[in-house]
């Protein structure tokens, strides 16, 4: 019986590993995907980080730049994290779906839809986020007679040659999927909740995660944000080549939401039509959780769906740490660059007890 169990083997559930070997702990991880990289390799084919390999570095090692530099595609990212589970020798079943988690004598019990099971004194759950896309309750979305599909089914720009496209959702990945439709698509309409913000070129990633992490830090101390820190967060647009080339040609030009949807397309409170094809929702994920359905565990304060502490570890169950899922479970802790430090914490506190 290993000492630790990981359920996910994406960034997060590496990242776990790593610290986890460090330790000297024996561990399994349990991935539900078939093939390494974790949710990245469901991404569409032009899906583009937004820094440069070196800055999305999980512990140990860095993403190895790419020849003449740049922001780095799904592929490569995937490439990298089978290099890094092989590099550490990380231990991972897969495909293995953990459709629940149980208490038992011993500690807790993954238990898989294929009928195996493993018990574990110590449980990570990082599980991430991609399985569980979020679509908007928005009025009609039933009667719309066209294609809908959410950016975690988005593939290919070819699959809507020719089609009339809603692309609805004002963050980074509705201005990738924008400018990967220009010219296949037959017409565009990018709905946001709000006028989208572009941060200027020179900013990416890299400087975004710099600005989390001192308004992290300061709201840690009881401090306010540092003076003098730039505007921007990880929510904003960064301007990666194909956004920017697609902004100067006046495609990335955000309307209000829609009051409602219609057999045909897009309504808005102004009466006016989009006819529409297809819809893709850029809206977002929620944390793939149905496997602590068992624990019947209590939702935690400010809409986080499990009550945890700072660093992660279930109040309502402490044999069970929490991890990679957005920040209730650790600043910027879904992000490559961001989640080594949670993963230090986490498994320092499991190696503690």
Do not use: K
Not at 18 to 32: E, I, P
């Amino acid at each position: 019986m290993p000492q630790v169990l990981v359920l996910g083997g994406g960034q997060a559930g590496l990242a776990a590993g790593y610290f986890l070997r460090r330790a000297g702990l024996s561990f399994q991880l349990l991935d539900a995907g078939p093939a390494q990289g974790g949710a990245w390799q469901h991404g569409w084919d032009t899906l583009t980080l937004f820094s440069p390999a070196q800055h999305n570095a999980l512990p140990g090692w860095a993403m190895p730049p790419l020849p003449g530099g740049g922001f780095p595609g799904r592929d490569a990212v995937i490439a990298y994290l089978a290099a890094y589970e092989a590099r550490y020798a990380i231990p991972v079943l897969r495909p293995v779906r953990v459709t629940g988690l149980h208490r038992a004598a011993a500690g807790l019990r993954a238990e898989a839809e294929d009928g195996r099971s493993w018990t574990a004194p110590a449980v990570i759950s990082a599980t991430g986020t991609w399985s569980a896309p979020h679509l908007p309750d928005l009025p009609g979305r039933a009667r719309f007679a066209g294609r809908q599909i959410h950016s975690a089914q988005y593939r290919r720009p070819q699959d809507f040659a020719g089609q009339r496209v809603l692309v609805v959702g004002g963050g980074n990945s509705g201005a990738q999927v924008m400018a990967d439709l220009d010219g296949h698509a037959a017409a565009l309409a990018w709905v946001t909740e709000r006028p989208p913000v572009f941060l200027p070129p020179e900013v990416d990633g890299r400087v975004l995660f710099e600005r989390a992490t001192a308004r992290w830090q300061a709201a840690r101390q009881g401090l306010p944000p540092p003076e003098g820190l730039p505007a921007g967060g990880l929510g904003n647009i960064v301007q990666v080549p194909a956004v920017a080339a697609a902004r100067a040609r006046g495609l990335l030009e955000g309307r209000p939401p829609l009051a409602r949807l219609e057999a045909r397309g897009g309504v808005w409170p102004d009466g006016a039509r989009f006819e529409a094809d297809a819809i893709i929702w850029c809206t977002g994920f929620r944390p793939a959780l149905d496997h602590l359905a068992p624990l019947g565990l209590e939702a935690g304060p400010a809409g986080a769906p499990v009550a945890v502490t700072a660093s992660g570890r279930c109040l309502a169950e402490p044999r069970l740490w929490l991890l990679g899922y957005g920040d209730w479970t650790g600043a910027a802790s879904a992000t490559l660059a961001g989640v080594t430090r949670a993963a230090r914490q986490v498994v320092a506190e499991i190696a503690a007890t």
